[in-house]
């Protein structure tokens, strides 16, 4: 059997008293070994536990913006600056109902309206301000803008064929390599993750399929590709935990009330 993850209630997990660390170790398989975990450096204790720390929490909400024209049509568009369809505002409200609970201290978005509308929905009245970060742009698609992939196969075979071969290192038509893309992403990742080491706070994230799949690869060690393995679905969220530098992903594409487990 796999490692057991159970936090029970008013547990932390992690302090040696800790009735969930202890369930975790017993059934622990022969021949693995626990991550070991850093102390924080602000502690309180445990509500139920003796002697038992909760760590600090750092919380990342990832949401998909909602649809677009070019969603609904199947094409490849990512620079193109589409705004909501209807059912895209729809989208945006169902997930801002899901949140509507949550405390959200820092709002992160593209450059791109689309995500602006989403986090419109989300965003509480007094928050004003949104950090606006070129860098979660979705991939720049050239020529292959606004295009469907029949289209696109049949005026641009051979840089199409490429892409289908080797798409980890090709680039569409006139357009942003994926080895530029990946790189801007995973270091936009990389500093949330240190953000979110030293400063608790709860952080939403609009952004694109590609890279909100991209982030989530890189908070996880995994290889670009695989990104697919995550595709952020619009009308939900995910939710990405930081315990002193240490990933979980708790909620992936999340379609009801969100409750935060502390």
């Known amino acids: 059997r796999r490692p ?10 992690v302090g040696p008293g800790c009735r969930t660390l202890r369930y975790n170790q017993r059934y622990q398989p022969a021949g693995t070994h626990s991550v070991p975990l850093k102390s924080a450096g602000k502690l309180s204790s445990c509500s139920r536990c003796s002697g038992c720390k909760r760590m600090s929490i750092s919380r990342f909400i990832l949401v998909r913006h909602g649809e677009t ?5 199947g094409l490849f568009y990512g620079s193109t600056d589409l705004p909501l369809t209807e059912h895209g505002h729809r989208q945006a409200s169902a997930v801002a109902a899901y949140l509507r609970d949550i405390q959200i201290d820092t709002i992160l978005i593209s450059e791109l309206q689309r995500t602006k509308q989403t986090a419109e929905y989300i965003r509480a009245p007094e928050t004003h301000h949104y950090h606006c970060d070129p860098r979660l742009n979705e991939m720049h698609f050239g020529e292959w803008e606004m295009k469907h992939y029949s289209e696109i196969a049949a005026r641009y075979p051979a840089d199409w064929e490429t892409w289908m071969n080797d798409w980890l290192h090709a680039a569409p038509t006139g357009g942003e390599p994926f080895p530029q893309f990946a790189a801007r992403v995973q270091a936009v990742a990389d500093e949330l993750r240190r953000e979110a080491s030293e400063t608790p706070a709860t952080r939403l994230i609009v952004a694109h399929k590609g890279v909100l799949g991209l982030i989530i690869t890189r908070w996880f060690g995994l290889p670009a590709e695989a990104m697919w393995q995550f595709p952020c679905e619009q009308d939900s969220y995910s939710v990405a935990e930081c315990r002193d530098g240490f990933m979980t992903l708790a909620v992936f594409n ?3 009330r969100f409750t935060p487990v502390v």
């Open 254 to 256: 999340g379609r009801s």
């Open 4 to 13: 057991l993850d159970l936090r029970l209630p008013g547990d932390c997990g």
């Open 69 to 73: 024209a070019g969603n609904k049509d």
